[in-house]
């Protein structure tokens, strides 16, 4: 049985939520987002309360059923409040600034590297410290990480994209003799 799944999800007063036709919406002050579930999970929504039962109890509902209730929930607190990854870039001669709706990164490359930006979100480039924020996690996540995989940080100076709170573990160098 799925722990997240049994909980009840309660929305806050200024949130509204709606599922018709297998399309759960939520209407925020932020903006709205919608989703498409399968039908293997129940989703009643009563005062305010959002809940999901299986309709039937085998494995891939099962998995479904906490999946669904923590975007259900993501979706809920994403209306309210913005989800918000930071990005630190670390290396000499490493720039990140904002171009109208493109990131434009020197990352040590023969050219500048342009990322645009999906519709939805924000970027901000300051100090070689970017911010990502946005009403969907999964959209800021999934930027984020893009983002990041086009210079991972090595381990022998620190050089690279990490996030805010990511440590990295340092190896030493070559001795010398």
Known sequence: MSRIGKQQIEVPEKVEVAFANGVFSVKGPLGSLSKQFRDEIGISINNNIVSLTPVKIDMFSRALWGTYASHIKNMIEGVSKPYEKKLILEGVGFKSEVKGTDLVLALGFSHPVIVPVPSG?????????????????????????????????????????????????????????
């Open 121 to 177: 979100l924000t970027v901000k480039a300051e100090k070689n410290v970017i911010t990502i924020s946005g009403i969907d996690k999964e959209v800021v996540g999934q930027f984020a990480s893009a983002v990041r995989a086009l210079k991972k940080p090595e381990p022998y100076k620190g050089k690279g994209f990490r996030y805010d709170s990511e440590v990295i573990r340092r190896k030493q160098g070559k001795k010398t003799a």
